[in-house]
């Protein structure tokens, strides 16, 4: 009986031991985390020009209808006309190529915004946009299906000159809300 007695006391304070020994209050530990920066061309979340308007300098997406344009053919015009509306289909393409889609979908959520009121947007085709068109646009990317990004140019009581405006670009994990 003291045989047992002794064993049970004997475990019972090995288990307050090894029991008080396990509650940390404080712990410690650097770790490092990376991530790359890399041009349009080479990102997972890629932005392609489909027609010669588009050009990238610098990381930058430039659309530029005029005789600046490095693209621009030779003998053509020198811009858009007033009093027009202009509808380019396919300028560029947004595409999805993250790598957690080898095993899943894995769809991201873009939104595109435009800060001028006679440049509006559109994703899909003009005729049946999955989105727009307007200056603030909102769309799902699925892995390996692009988004082709058309864009609609009012012209009405333009005045001749240059006339520039920005785009915004954001990208969130999972598809779009309804």
């Known amino acids: 009986m003291n045989k047992l007695l002794g064993l049970a006391v ?3 304070g090995m ?3 090894v029991g008080a020994g ?11 985390a990376s991530f790359q920066v890399v041009s349009d061309d080479n990102e997972l979340i890629d932005l392609t020009a489909l027609q010669p308007y588009v050009t990238y300098d610098a990381g930058k997406l430039y659309v530029d209808i005029s005789q600046y344009n490095p693209n621009h053919p030779e003998g053509g015009g020198n811009g858009m006309s007033p009093n027009t509306t202009y509808v380019f289909e396919e300028m ?3 595409s999805n190529h993250l790598w957690e889609n080898n095993q899943t979908n894995y769809p991201i959520c873009v939104k595109i915004k435009s800060d001028h ?17 307007g200056d603030n646009i909102e769309f799902t990317v699925e892995h390996g299906n692009p988004v082709p990004i058309g864009m609609i140019f009012d012209n009405t009581n333009a005045t001749e000159g240059m006339d520039q405006f920005q785009m915004s670009f954001e990208a969130h994990a999972g598809a779009c809300g309804p």
């Open 10 to 12: 004997l475990m019972i």
């Open 15 to 17: 288990l307050l031991a």
């Open 22 to 32: 396990a509650n940390f209050r404080y712990y410690s530990a650097d770790r490092s």
């Open 92 to 94: 560029f393409q947004v």
């Open 117 to 133: 009121d006679n440049v509006l947007l559109f994703a899909g085709n003009y005729t049946s946009p999955i989105a727009g068109p």
